[in-house]
């Protein structure tokens, strides 16, 4: 992760259980309190969470099955970024873009 404050390693934990539609999953904060719903379905994808005072926006893009992103955009008094992620299985990665750079594993 490159951040103006951190360079290095990063991580956050979430509870992840089954959604009332087959397609989607309920995230919980690892106390219990509910995050957001998580869902690829394309009236289903997005979702909001709003964490005082900010409000925060995700999409969720189905890449396949050995990908994903995700975007969150924050907007509020205290922050307004967009946060883009996208995840790849390990065992499927071929080649990464690191600083602008493709890179081969």
């Known amino acids: 992760m490159h951040w103006p404050t ?7 934990e979430y509870l992840l259980k089954p959604g009332p539609e087959p397609d989607s999953m309920d995230v ?3 106390d219990g309190r509910p995050f957001h719903v998580m869902s690829f379905a394309t ?3 997005q979702d909001k969470h ?13 890449e396949g099955p050995d990908a ?3 975007t969150w955009d924050v ?6 970024l967009l946060l883009e992620s996208h995840l790849v299985r390990m065992n499927t990665l071929s080649e990464s873009t690191v600083g602008g750079k493709r890179e081969r594993y």
């Not at 709003?50 to 189905?62: G, I, K, L, Q």
């Not at 907007?75 to 307004?80: N, T």
């Open 28 to 30: 919980f904060f690892p």
């Open 43 to 45: 009236q289903a994808n």
């Open 6 to 12: 951190h360079t290095g390693p990063a991580f956050r």
């Open 68 to 70: 994903f992103s995700f």
């Open 75 to 80: 907007r509020g008094p205290a922050k307004d």
């Open 50 to 62: 709003w964490c005082d005072p900010d409000d925060y926006y995700v999409n969720y893009t189905w």
